[in-house]
């Protein structure tokens, strides 16, 4: 009989850690976090006005918005349009296949077939670029193309700008200038 208890209790022990590694597995897995967008929109159009005029437009077919993560943003992963619009009505594009938006740096990385052209047909393209929204400053270490609008070129890797494209620092280009004005 009492050989018979000792199997039994043994037997009733062992199924009974089994199943308890199987709880807690499950309770290990409700404290796990998760990466989740606490918004998400879909088909967007915003408009930035300031004094009753249209500054900026944005485009995008999908929005996340990762407000509450420990670095939180803002991500278009279905690509974006930007349209800026200056005082005299004048437009400039910028396109890319995706982008992130981080709110404490207050730097945007655009990704993926990057191309900005300016009223004045200036156009830049690369394969990534960022801007710094606080200093008005865009830059890359990718291959860059840029065309000045007036038959003037430059390339290569690696270059950083202000948003006018007045002031430009290159680390490794060739190219062609027609204007220095």
Not at 64 to 74: I, W
Not at 149 to 159: N, P
Request: proline share 2%; aromatic share 12%.
């Amino acid at each position: 009989m009492k050989v018979q208890f000792v199997r039994f209790f043994s037997l009733f022990l062992l199924v009974a850690l089994c199943s308890c590694e199987s709880n807690l597995k499950d309770v290990q897995n409700i404290y796990k976090t998760t990466f989740v967008a606490t918004g998400e929109a879909d088909s967007i159009n915003l408009k930035y006005t300031d004094s009753g005029q249209v500054k900026s437009t944005l485009q995008s077919l999908k929005m996340l918005d990762y407000s509450t993560a420990k670095n939180p943003f803002v991500e278009f992963p279905k690509g974006i349009l930007v349209t800026l619009y200056d005082a005299n009505h004048r437009t400039t594009t910028v396109k890319a296949d995706k982008a992130i938006s981080y709110k404490k740096t207050q730097v945007i990385d655009l990704i993926g077939n990057v191309k900005i052209v300016t009223h004045d047909g200036k156009i830049l393209e690369t394969n990534q670029l960022y801007f710094d929204q606080k200093n008005e400053w865009f830059f890359t270490e990718e291959p860059f193309k840029f065309n000045d609008g007036q038959g003037g070129f430059l390339e290569g890797v690696g270059i950083d700008f202000s948003k006018d494209f007045k002031v430009f620092n290159m680390q490794n280009n060739v190219g062609q200038v027609n204007n220095l004005d």
